[in-house]
């Protein structure tokens, strides 16, 4: 959510800053700016909308210099338009600022500011910072910097660049993220990695609390009392052409391709010799018989990800298991102690409600075993345990690789722990293990028939509601099927229990409605029909999904979309996949913005 680049260097940065920023449209904006020293002052440029808005003020006022800051707002306080838009100015104009994140405080600070003499021309939080750093400035930027966080509350990512210190800039965090890159004569910052990737591979990846203070020919870093840190390179080792689109249409679409690849480089090195081997994960046997309760906690897609592993850790580990929203689990003041086990599952690894869940966790005395795709992320950095997934960037916002390695992560968790236990036999675990290391070739099969997805899309996507429904396993799928749906296509979707219809919900059901209902669990399925039957009866259309062996349902739904005939308990890692391509082709048939949907971000660093 929002994104932040800066510049110090020989070059002119105003091409390096909106190349920047553009890699960074994926997480999420409604407006964009840069702030620029020359020998004139502090230059700002910006304005509510897209990069492409901003470019074309840029090319008309060509704005030069060698230390920049940009930004891409997200609105949290104040309105989408160019006066809230970043970077913000002090009053003398000699402070600009850009900021990620939430200041709690902001009123108090902003009343103090106002007997002080500061007129503000904005309604954001922000704008306190720029006038904040510049009340406390007496010609040391760094100094003004640690005074000023000092007296934030709340979260921030900041870059800050003053006209009277222009041979460097200061950087600093607290609950949002931001990176250092180190170059040759020039160095930067980013929120992501795939801003700078370009210019360096190499990397400070900067803790809670941290300052850095960048120099064209250096970077130095400080914590909150201005103590230095000596601080280790993180080398990024994949390509730039991962965060490229590769001839792909949407990045979304090439991330649904990558599938997988991306779900074999996570299974395949945690199998050896037919058995689980986990070896970040520091969870004996002992550990495992102390472990009374498994709490998943997660948001959106990746808590969908965690209904699925409640299902199988229970099925094949005998551990309860509760799945939480990470936005209502601390403030629920959860029953938690020494003897459960938290899974924290995140995509980006700052996630921010989920990251405070994990703080919450770890201060009650859990252990906490992290499901992450970024490597050096805040929740994996704060984990006691770490799986990594290995899924690549991940550019478009709406999650699809990702969470097919969410839940091969979990489904290698699940195993994991019924070994250690002794609640699996060798033949069940061998057969698990079969299964795992044929899910890329199903998924393969599942692309390779993407065109019968692409028509019936092609004939339902001015639908004004879709239903998805499923029983055990198929109602967790529906209900990231349905997500998936109605993040990128804007079309009203909701997913039900298949039990639950003859409940309350089936009064929805009128001709002409449309239906998705998964149907891979064997043991459902003929209860699963039941469900088909009831709302075919009230005039649905039905798409189902289900294996190639179950022909009879041809005759029954209007569509069927197949998967290979996998074992019904690891169908969901298949099945997700024609549900992805579903809601893809819908939003494209639609003429939306695939990658970059409305009102969305794809790493939420804010509450």
């Not at 750093?133 to 040391?140: I, S």
């Not at 489904?411 to 061998?430: C, E, H, R, S, W």
Request: aromatic share 8%.
């Amino acid at each position: 959510m929002c994104g932040i680049v800066g510049y110090i260097g020989d070059k002119n940065c105003t091409p390096i800053l909106l190349n920047g920023l553009k890699k960074l449209e994926y997480r999420g904006y409604d407006s964009a700016g840069i702030a620029i020293y020359n020998t004139h002052g502090l230059k700002v440029v910006k304005c509510k909308g897209r990069l492409s808005c901003l470019e074309d003020r840029i090319n008309e006022e060509k704005p030069y210099g060698c230390l920049g800051i940009g930004h891409t707002r997200w609105a949290t306080h104040g309105e989408p338009n160019d006066v809230n838009s970043h970077p913000h100015i002090s009053k003398s104009g000699n402070i600009a600022v850009v900021h990620n994140g939430i200041i709690e405080n902001y009123l108090k600070l902003k009343e103090f500011l106002i007997l002080q003499g500061y007129e503000f021309v904005s309604d954001t939080d922000t704008e306190v910072i720029a006038h904040l750093v510049e009340y406390h400035y007496k010609g040391d930027l760094v100094q003004a910097v640690i005074n000023t966080i000092s007296e934030l509350e709340g979260s921030y990512a900041l870059g800050v660049i003053s006209r009277d210190s222009n041979e460097e800039f200061v950087a600093a965090r607290k609950d949002s993220p931001l990176i250092v890159g180190l170059g040759d004569g020039e160095n930067f910052i980013a929120s992501d990695i795939p801003a700078i990737l370009e210019y360096t591979r190499d990397v400070y990846i900067l803790e809670d609390r941290e300052i850095a203070v960048l120099r064209k020919d250096g970077v130095k870093v400080f914590n909150h009392f201005g103590t230095e840190v000596k601080k280790e390179v993180f080398h990024v080792n994949w390509d730039v052409s991962a965060a490229e689109k590769s001839g792909y249409e949407h990045f979304m679409i090439k991330e649904i391709f990558e599938e997988p690849k991306v779900v074999r480089d996570t299974i395949n090195p945690r199998i050896k010799d037919n058995s689980i081997v986990l070896d970040d994960i520091h969870i004996s046997p002992q550990d495992l018989e102390n472990i009374d309760k498994i709490f998943i906690v997660a948001c959106g897609t990746a808590y969908h990800a965690g209904i699925v592993g409640k299902y199988i850790i229970e099925k094949l580990a005998g551990i309860p298991v509760e799945v939480d929203l990470a936005s209502e689990f601390r403030y629920r003041d959860p029953i938690i102690n020494d003897r459960n086990l938290v899974i924290i599952i995140s995509q980006s690894g700052e996630t921010i409600d989920t990251l405070f869940a994990l703080r919450e966790a770890k201060s009650k005395g859990a252990k906490v075993l992290s499901i992450v795709n970024v490597v050096g992320s805040s929740i994996a950095r704060e984990s006691d345990n770490v799986l990594y997934t290995w899924a690549g960037p991940e550019i478009a916002v709406a999650s699809t690789k990702a969470y097919n390695t969410q839940l091969a992560a979990l489904y290698l968790i699940a195993l994991d722990f019924a070994a250690k236990k002794g609640t699996i036999d060798a033949q069940a675990l061998d057969r698990h293990i079969q299964s795992l290391r044929a899910l890329p070739e199903a998924i393969e099969k599942v692309l390779s028939n993407r065109e019968n997805i692409q028509k019936f899309a092609a004939g339902h996507y001015n639908a004004r509601s879709i239903f998805y429904i499923g029983r055990g396993l198929d109602y967790a799928l529906s209900m990231e099927g349905s997500l998936k749906l109605k993040e990128i296509s804007y079309i009203h979707s909701e997913a039900y229990a298949g039990g639950e219809l003859k409940h309350g919900t089936i009064a929805l059901i009128e001709d002409g409605t449309l239906v998705v209902c998964s149907m891979t669990q064997d043991s459902l399925f003929e209860k699963t029909v039941s469900n088909v039957k009831e709302v075919k009866a009230r005039g649905a259309v039905v798409m189902a999904i289900t294996q190639e062996k179950n022909k009879r349902i041809d005759d029954i739904v209007d569509m069927v979309i197949t998967i290979p005939d996998v074992d019904p308990f690891v169908a969901p890692i298949v099945a997700i996949t024609a549900m992805q391509l579903f809601a893809y082709y819908m939003a494209v048939q639609k003429g939306c913005d695939v990658d970059k949907p409305r009102n969305l971000a794809k790493s939420v660093t804010v509450e």
